[in-house]
């Protein structure tokens, strides 16, 4: 920018750029003209009383009007009164402008990086393999600076830091950009995009702004500080904007807070495999509604710790034959025979198979018990099944005087789950066998979606520590949620 106003407009310019990286210098740069050639000098790491000084003396001999102040890395509410007439600022959105600067501020939005630009920069600059550019952008987002840091550790802890400062749930969910945005490190973990780069007045006007939360480290770190309406908004952003993890671990989290809440409405249909149809011949499609039971929500803290043990966990290859650790079968068995709990899920990201489980309430009049439907949330054309897995549950779940248990694989709306494909054809022929497999879609309520309902909070356990948020989901849940 100062090489385009000296060199484009003719101006005189002194950049002066503040640093706080330990190792690296603030600088301070003149270029402009005098007796109508060009000149130009720099110094490095020079005292703010001496910055100060020579931005007086040029204003003295030039004028102040023809001396373009342009000032980077300093926070707005700190600039020294002496620095007060500079024309440009590079800082963070979060500057409490009062309303009459507002009116005289030209305020032009440098937007976040887009997934795929920050991997061409990383291959091209940096020399960052896939694997590793994978793993800093899922605590990064669309941060240039922290994409960039040198170290997967150090990426992790800034990150974790701004999520500690902030406080603010509407400033989380703020859907416009806010250039009042106080002192809650909001900025560092909602980024900020120009919603159509092709119009360059976008750029400069906020209410072509659009603020997202695109790191998924941050999102399960805020999300409980999230209402489900906001949930949903963010969901239906990083799907259109093609961010499928993102997008895939939203609409889960969004679905265990509506079933939580008892806001959680199923409407499903018998799965048919496309090879049994004729070309010509359309997919059935009698969509019903199950009656989910009423009940809290439990959260397992087992089911992670034996995911986790590659011995006795279950584990998530095609060939599996492990059956459910004894603890977690506990578990199971016990908040089957609960009448208080109506929702499981587990607090780990590569449980096998299914993501939660749901009690229902009978199907049919015949006097007995609802049975339980597994389900397997996706926002993909096609999805992975372990029939074997299906088999371990059926010996908890399939018990005498119950309805028969059921999978779901659970869709964002009635147009996916028309075109939801289950994969492999074998494991597919083994989950039939082991239960009645179904797809669907959720609806909720219209309770659910009102930002001011009694219900917003996602109910969970205290005692639970080892977050999820803190490792990247298995390869395989990337791929299913692509």
């Not at 101006?11 to 060009?38: A, E, P, S």
């Not at 015949?366 to 439907?373: E, F, L, M, S, Y």
């Not at 074998?426 to 989950?431: N, W």
């Not at 520590?465 to 990247?472: E, H, M, V």
């Amino acid at each position: 920018m100062a090489f385009f106003l000296v060199l484009k407009h003719k101006k005189n310019v002194l950049m002066y750029r503040r640093v706080i990286t330990m190792g690296q210098f603030d600088c301070l740069l003149y270029l402009g003209y005098h007796d109508g050639q060009f000149v130009y000098f720099g110094l490095q790491a020079p005292e703010s009383e001496l910055a100060m000084g020579i931005y007086k003396e040029l204003c003295a001999r030039q004028g102040i009007s023809n001396v373009w102040l342009l000032l980077d890395g300093f926070r707005y509410e700190s600039i020294p009164n002496r620095l007060s007439s500079f024309r440009m600022l590079a800082t963070s959105q979060q500057s409490d402008l009062k309303e009459s600067e507002l009116e005289h501020a030209y305020r032009c939005l440098l937007p976040c990086w887009k997934k795929q630009d920050l991997f061409k920069l990383g291959k091209k600059v940096y020399d960052f393999d896939e694997e590793d550019m994978v793993d800093r952008y899922y605590f990064s987002g669309g941060s240039v600076r922290i994409f960039t840091k040198e170290t997967f550790i150090d990426i992790r802890e800034a990150m974790s830091i701004a999520c500690t400062h902030v406080e603010s749930a509407l400033a989380l969910s703020s859907g416009v950009a806010d250039i009042q945005a106080g002192q809650g490190h909001v900025d560092r973990v909602r980024h900020t995009f120009v919603v159509n780069t092709g119009d360059p007045d976008d750029y400069v006007d906020s209410t072509g702004w659009e603020q997202i939360i695109d790191s998924e480290f941050a999102f399960l770190r805020l999300s409980v500080k999230l209402r489900s309406n906001e949930l949903l908004r963010f969901f239906h952003w990083a799907r259109s904007s093609g961010h499928g993890a993102l997008a895939g671990k939203l609409f889960e989290i969004c679905l265990h807070r509506l079933a939580a809440d008892n806001d959680l409405i199923l409407h499903v249909s018998e799965y048919d495999l496309p090879t049994y149809r004729r070309p010509d011949e359309e997919r059935y499609f009698g969509m019903k509604q199950l009656e989910m039971k009423k009940g809290r929500a439990f959260c397992s803290d087992t089911a992670s710790q034996a995911t986790s043990n590659k011995t006795e966990g279950l584990q998530r290859n095609k060939s599996s034959t492990s059956s459910i650790p004894k603890d977690l079968q506990k578990e199971l068995e016990e908040w089957r025979d609960s009448d208080e709990f109506s929702y499981w899920y587990p607090l780990c990201d590569n449980f096998p198979n299914i993501d939660s489980i749901v009690k229902l309430e009978p199907r049919t009049a015949t006097g007995k018990k609802g049975g339980v439907a597994y389900l397997q949330i996706t926002i993909a054309d096609t999805h992975s099944i372990d029939g074997k897995q299906l088999e371990n549950l059926k010996e908890i779940f399939d018990v005498e005087g119950a309805d028969p248990p059921i999978y779901i694989v659970l869709c964002s709306d009635l147009d996916s789950s028309k075109k939801i494909s289950l994969t492999p054809r074998t494991e597919v022929d083994k989950a039939q066998d082991a239960c009645t497999v179904c797809k669907g879609y959720y609806e909720e309520t219209p309770l659910a979606v009102r930002s001011d309902g009694p219900r917003n909070n996602v109910p969970r356990k205290e005692n639970i520590q080892n977050s999820n948020y803190n490792l990247r989901p298995s390869k395989r849940a990337r791929e299913n949620s692509m």
